[in-house]
């Protein structure tokens, strides 16, 4: 139904910056809440931050307060994740996705999104 493509990842060493991008496909990003989120191999994917239709709320896990960023930019369909401050432990895969139309504000739970891509890598070591 709903398509988003996230791009940017790539391998960075430690203290590196990566800017990640969630492109929709078919549909006004803005009307929807995004998050995003990551996945390490056997691990629980993670909510890491979102952003509510509209842009007017965002939000951030405990890990990655201070160093990540979210942002709409609406003219071009997407929203970014600016990740700085790169560590090991980052690396994952890293998915954006739609909230249900019905919800505007945005939530860190993955199981209130749907229609997940394919994600991007991002590796972080020396």
């Known amino acids: 139904q709903l398509q988003l493509v996230e791009s940017g990842g790539g391998l960075v060493q430690p203290g590196g910056s990566l800017r990640l991008s969630c492109a929709a496909s078919?549909?006004?990003?803005?009307?929807?809440?995004i998050g995003w989120f990551r996945q390490a191999p056997g691990k629980e994917r993670e909510g890491i931050s979102c952003?509510?239709?509209?842009?007017?709320?965002?939000y951030y896990a405990d890990s990655v307060k201070g160093r990540f960023a979210i942002s709409r930019d609406n003219a071009k369909n997407t929203v970014y994740l600016q990740i700085n401050g790169l560590q090991p432990e980052d690396t994952a895969v890293y998915y954006c996705?739609?909230?249900?139309?019905?919800?505007?504000?945005?939530?860190?739970?993955?199981?209130?999104?749907?229609?997940w891509g394919r994600g991007t890598q991002v590796t972080v070591s020396s």
């Open positions: 078919g549909f006004t990003l803005d009307d929807y809440a």
């Open positions: 996705a739609p909230r249900r139309r019905l919800y505007r504000l945005c939530t860190l739970n993955p199981s209130s999104y749907r229609s």
């Open positions: 952003v509510s239709a509209g842009g007017d709320s965002s």
